[in-house]
């Protein structure tokens, strides 16, 4: 099998998307040595340098889709990859519909598996399902949605649904060390932490919630939050009229994605407080689920179906938007010590399953099957 992983991303890149594809690119490489490939838009770092690596070198950000659709197939002409044993392999909806395109006017005999992390609304989704050869997708709610949306029949062995994935490693490595004397960070205090963006698809992510259950907890709880655009944090502490609760909020503007691990070991719970709304609500799942569960922290989630679907098994849930209800599962996992350990026990195990090297062997064998 030729494995194409296609995407218009440029590097270096700090959002979580490029994150993602470039540790499952890494993982592909591990796995299939030369026969993968990754194309890209544009990359100038360090991180692909044991993968092979096409670059197309796109200067101008608008215009790639169309860019890719007149430059893929010399590249399939010249790499020879007009071969049902060739697999392109992309999340990104515009470059998925180019090689639909693409195959229906050569002709062209490669397979093609779409990845979904969500689903557009648009014409696009159902084009893609019904085009795909194979479709992997990152939870069974997720799957069941596009299936439900789309009304394309699909059979299930075309459909795989993947989780994952995280680093154990590197979290592991962070045993022992103080980190909150190299990150600033109260040590005589009992710290909750949010950590990632505070808002996505301009929805913002529970964060006045968790603030408001500070009133129902102790004051030697503080609340962290880690992620933030600086007007993003000036705007919810503006919010905040009582000091004595203003006191006891931490603010960390968006860190580097290598420090991000630091913060999620030197706090003592870790909440995701999605509201119940979409795509919260539905089918979008965080990659912070499987940074969290390799932390070796309590975690504290939403009790959303798609956040249950992971982490029913070793997570504290709570009524989503309740910041009273979030305040009594703060304070029973402080008072109940054992229980945690299970948990977090649990929630270890699930990290060891859900690694990025796992996740690239479990679609690898979906393709080869």
Wanted: one cysteine or more.
């Amino acid at each position: 099998m030729n494995f194409i992983y296609l995407t218009s991303k440029k590097y270096p890149s700090k959002t979580a998307d490029h994150f993602f594809v470039k540790e499952m690119a890494k993982a592909y490489g591990r796995i299939l040595k030369d026969k993968l490939t990754l194309v890209l838009a544009g990359d100038t770092s360090e991180f692909f340098k044991d993968i092979k690596v096409v670059n197309t070198q796109i200067l101008n950000e608008k215009g790639r889709t169309l860019y890719y659709l007149f430059w893929l197939p010399f590249f399939i002409k010249k790499q020879k990859l007009d071969s049902p044993e060739t697999v392109f392999f992309s999340n990104d909806p515009n470059l998925l519909v180019d090689l639909i395109v693409l195959r229906k006017i050569f002709r062209f005999k490669y397979k093609i598996c779409s990845e979904w992390h969500m689903l557009y609304d648009s014409w696009k989704d159902k084009f893609i399902v019904k085009n795909s050869d194979y479709l992997v997708a990152t939870s069974k709610r997720l799957c069941d949605t596009i299936l439900d949306r789309t009304k394309v029949s699909v059979k299930p062995d075309r459909f795989l649904v993947v989780y994952g994935g995280s680093n154990i490693e590197k979290y592991d490595s962070l045993t022992g060390r103080d980190l909150r004397d190299e990150l600033n960070l109260p040590k005589d205090k009992i710290l909750v932490a949010y950590i990632g963006m505070f808002k996505t698809l301009g929805t913002t992510k529970g964060i006045d919630m968790m603030i408001e259950a500070l009133s129902y907890l102790p004051e030697n709880v503080s609340m962290v939050f880690v992620g933030g655009k600086h007007e993003e944090i000036e705007e919810i502490r503006a919010g905040i009229t009582d000091p004595k609760i203003r006191e006891r909020v931490i603010f960390v503007e968006r860190q580097d994605i290598e420090r991000v691990p630091m913060y999620q070991k030197a706090v003592d719970i870790l909440v995701i407080p999605s509201p119940d709304k979409p795509p919260f609500s539905n089918y979008l799942l965080p990659m912070k689920v499987y940074e969290y569960i390799a932390s070796k922290k309590p975690i504290v989630y939403s009790d959303l179906p798609i956040l249950r679907e992971v982490l029913g098994g070793c997570g504290f849930s709570f009524k989503p938007g309740d910041s009273k209800d979030l305040a009594g599962v703060i304070t029973s996992i402080n008072g109940n010590p054992e229980v945690v350990k299970q948990k977090t026990d649990l929630c270890y195990q699930l990290a060891k399953q859900t690694t990025w090297d796992k996740r690239a062997q479990n679609v690898i064998d979906f393709l080869t099957k």
